[in-house]
């Protein structure tokens, strides 16, 4: 399992990121135009993730790619999750950009109640990396 980002931008939402990977045995990929992970406020954020975490490039990890949205996917519970999962995710202001949506083979949106527009990229990719664990626990 693999969290893809895309133009993450943010060093806190990259370390946080790397953390929750790390919490459920994942990689992270990263584009051009991510934050370095090893900037001082990545670092923290990721609480010594980055030494156990496996880091790659955006375009490295093969298996289902699984693009994670805010609006206008499938449910992410109904979606099948299945072998290598690499779940995409792009800035939270201008997210992922037609063509790499074009290069994933599902689009999913985390349902959310209230009246929040979104989850934080950093949420998104925990619940998403959550749900796969879950999953595969049973």
């Known amino acids: 399992?693999?969290?893809a980002l895309w133009h993450v931008a943010d060093p806190g939402n990259v370390g946080t990121l790397i953390r929750a990977a790390d919490a459920f045995g994942a990689g992270v990929a990263l584009s051009a135009g991510c934050a370095d992970p090893t900037g001082p406020k990545a670092l923290r954020a990721s609480m010594?993730?980055?030494f156990r975490v496996p880091l790659g490039e955006f375009?490295?990890?093969g298996g289902q790619r699984v693009a994670l949205v805010p609006h206008g996917g499938e449910p992410l519970a109904d979606?099948?999750?299945i072998g290598d999962v690499v779940f995409v995710l792009g800035a939270e202001r201008d997210?992922?950009?037609d063509d790499v949506l074009a290069r994933c083979d599902a689009t999913v949106?985390?349902?959310i109640a209230?009246?929040?527009e979104s989850l934080n990229v950093a949420m998104a990719g925990t619940v998403a990396l959550y749900e796969l664990?879950?999953?595969n626990a049973v």
């Open 48 to 50: 010594g993730s980055i």
């Open 109 to 111: 949106t985390i349902p």
């Open 133 to 135: 664990a879950r999953r």
């Open 59 to 61: 375009d490295e990890p």
């Open 79 to 81: 979606v099948d999750l």
């Open 1 to 3: 399992m693999t969290l």
């Open 95 to 97: 997210g992922l950009p």
């Open 114 to 116: 209230g009246g929040a």
